[in-house]
């Protein structure tokens, strides 16, 4: 807790690619307020590496690169490993923010919920272009029509989970279609999740990294190709 | 009435696709093969006999035989397309655990966990 001093029971985990330019800074004030931080090097080829080893993070780095949603599911195997209870997914840009983190991490700990998922929709977006806006709605109908799954936000990056659901993730689709493939994991386990607003800050920075919005054609054509093959 | 050539054309894309999307069982396998050289046997005929094709199309309601050649091959395309797609993904799904453990390993040894 923020009072209290350092978080030890929660884990965070940041996937980082050619981020070098923010991840200290991500990393360090995290760690100011959680004692285990992960980054996953996913095969940056700038000085990422470099930046991470200077904060007191544990790093991972693969040896090619995998996508985020690879680099997720590397950071939750390394942190089954630790002795945590919690674990937090978290971008490297610096567009979510720790207080968010506190408010969803207290709301698991009262333990009626599997997983919290952060939403911008519920929550206050700054900075968000309009075409990503409508391509973040169709992506919530897509979502509610494959899993069934009533959400506001389907692509946050920010997610809390315990370690049942940590045990038992298995994420195999390496870019972005993740945050689709996680929400069918938990619809078809039938985890008890819960939406909270958090706030997204677009920054330059963070629009400039972000995905393009035809990746949704790859996206969509993903989860159904996993829809109906075995 | 509708020509054969619709049901038959449709249904073996259906069949086809289905068998890509299948579980990658010996029998689909096996089943792959025997298409392949059906394929192949009559590409042999076809090029041996140039007016069979036009018959066999005739028969089967369709006005050209290379229409028919053409349909076959669309098909044979889509199977073919489909099973790469989702046999890269199979394969980089392998290799992408293999780099993970390898990872996993490092960071533990570094970590002295």
């Known amino acids: ?230 | 009435m509708i020509p054969v050539v619709q049901i038959v054309v449709i249904g073996a894309a259906l069949f086809l696709v289905a068998n890509v999307l299948g579980r990658q069982t010996y029998a689909a396998r096996a089943w792959k093969k025997i298409a392949l050289s059906f394929l192949a046997g009559a590409m042999v005929i076809a090029v041996l006999f140039p007016d069979l094709t036009n018959q066999i199309a005739h028969f089967v309601g369709v006005g050209r035989g290379a229409d028919l050649l053409l349909y076959g091959l669309t098909i044979a395309f889509i199977t073919y397309a489909l099973n790469d797609y989702l046999r890269g993904q199979r394969d980089r799904d392998a290799l992408y655990r293999l780099a993970r453990r390898v990872a996993i390993l490092e960071a533990n040894k570094r970590y002295d966990i």
């Open chain 1, 1 to 230: 807790m923020k009072k209290s001093g350092v978080d030890t029971e929660a884990v965070i985990i940041i996937p980082v690619y050619n981020e070098a330019e923010v991840v200290a800074s991500v990393v360090n004030s995290v760690l100011k307020h959680f004692k285990y931080v992960i980054c996953i090097n996913d095969g940056s080829r700038d000085a990422s590496s470099e930046e991470i080893k200077k904060t007191g993070a544990y790093l991972i780095e693969h040896p090619i690169n995998m996508g985020q949603g690879a680099a997720l599911q590397t950071g939750i195997e390394f942190a089954r490993q630790l002795p945590v209870k919690y674990f937090v997914t978290f971008d490297a840009d610096g567009q979510h923010r720790i207080s968010d983190v506190h408010t969803m991490i207290k709301k698991i700990k009262k333990g009626d919920f599997d997983i919290i998922l952060g939403s911008r929709f519920l929550g206050e977006t700054i900075g968000i272009s309009a075409s990503k806006r409508i391509l973040l709605k169709l992506a919530i109908w897509f979502s509610k029509t494959t899993t069934g799954l009533s959400l506001t936000d389907t692509h946050n990056g920010l997610r809390v989970f315990n370690k049942k659901v940590a045990d038992n993730i298995q994420i195999t689709q390496p870019d972005m279609t993740h945050a689709s493939e996680i929400l069918e994991i938990v619809a078809d386990k039938k985890y008890k999740y819960v939406e909270i607003p958090v706030t997204i800050e677009y920054t330059d920075y963070s629009r400039r990294k972000g995905q393009s919005i035809v990746n949704a054609v790859n996206i969509g054509f993903d989860t159904l190709l996993r829809k109906v093959s075995k």
